[in-house]
């Protein structure tokens, strides 16, 4: 059975940094894309980026413009979302979500999704 759990959210203040992480089971690391997407109160799901089985792909939503950096570590089966230069518009439940296609940049390309953790970016 495949798992995805995130983790790693929290309360940060404006400009700070927060590392998230995910964690997937049940599949070999190298089988599948995982991407990150956000939800805030109210908002559709947003595409935060993804990275590419090997690690060597990513591709980041618009917004992103360099302050999140995504990376993978194949042999902990383990994805990090590296946040910097956090705003008050950045908070939102973040959920990691693993593809078994290629570069998934849409909700519904994706097969497992986590639950979800909490950023919240006070100023």
């Known amino acids: 059975q495949v798992q995805v759990v995130e983790s790693g959210g929290g309360s940060v203040q404006v400009g700070g940094s927060l590392r998230l992480s995910c964690e997937a089971s049940?599949?070999?690391?190298?089988?599948?894309?995982t991407g990150w997407f956000r939800q805030a109160p109210g908002q559709e799901r947003e595409f935060v980026g993804y990275?590419?089985?090997?690690?060597?792909?990513?591709s980041y939503g618009g917004f992103v413009k360099g302050r999140f950096t995504i990376t993978r570590d194949n042999v902990k089966n383990t994805v990090f979302l590296e946040m910097r230069a956090l705003k008050p518009e950045d908070t939102a439940t973040y959920y990691c979500?693993?593809?078994?296609?290629?570069?998934?940049?849409?909700?519904?390309?994706?097969?497992?999704w986590g639950q979800g953790t909490q950023v919240t970016v006070t100023s």
């Open positions: 979500a693993i593809a078994r296609r290629g570069a998934a940049i849409d909700v519904g390309e994706y097969d497992y």
């Open positions: 049940g599949l070999a690391a190298t089988t599948y894309v």
């Open positions: 990275i590419s089985r090997t690690g060597l792909t990513t």
